[in-house]
């Protein structure tokens, strides 16, 4: 994730989804897009201390609940 901050934050502020974590209830995973590429920028943050607890870049989105999407 390296030179991909700008990527992670904009993920944070404008996700095409938002689903509950499986392992963490007061965490979301927020999914976004890499431009140029197929892949898609998933961010795990706590909500609830509001902080990102992880960022990394993945081919498909994990199955789970949706929260939000667009």
Same mark, same amino acid.
């Given at each position: 994730?390296?030179?991909?901050?700008?990527?992670?934050?904009?993920?944070?502020?404008?996700?095409?989804?938002?689903?509950?974590? @499986?392992?963490?209830?007061?965490?979301? #995973?927020?999914?976004?897009? +890499?431009?140029?590429?197929?892949?898609?920028?998933? %961010?795990? @943050?706590?909500?609830?201390?509001?902080? #990102?607890?992880?960022?990394? +870049?993945?081919?498909?989105?994990?199955q789970?609940? %949706?929260?939000?999407?667009?």
């Open positions: 994730m390296a030179g991909k901050r700008q990527h992670v934050e904009t993920t944070l502020q404008q996700p095409h989804e938002i689903h509950f974590s @499986a392992a963490d209830p007061d965490c979301r #995973v927020y999914y976004g897009s +890499l431009p140029g590429t197929s892949l898609n920028v998933v %961010v795990v @943050a706590d909500i609830l201390k509001g902080w #990102v607890k992880t960022a990394y +870049l993945a081919r498909k989105k994990k789970g609940i %949706v929260e939000w999407s667009r």
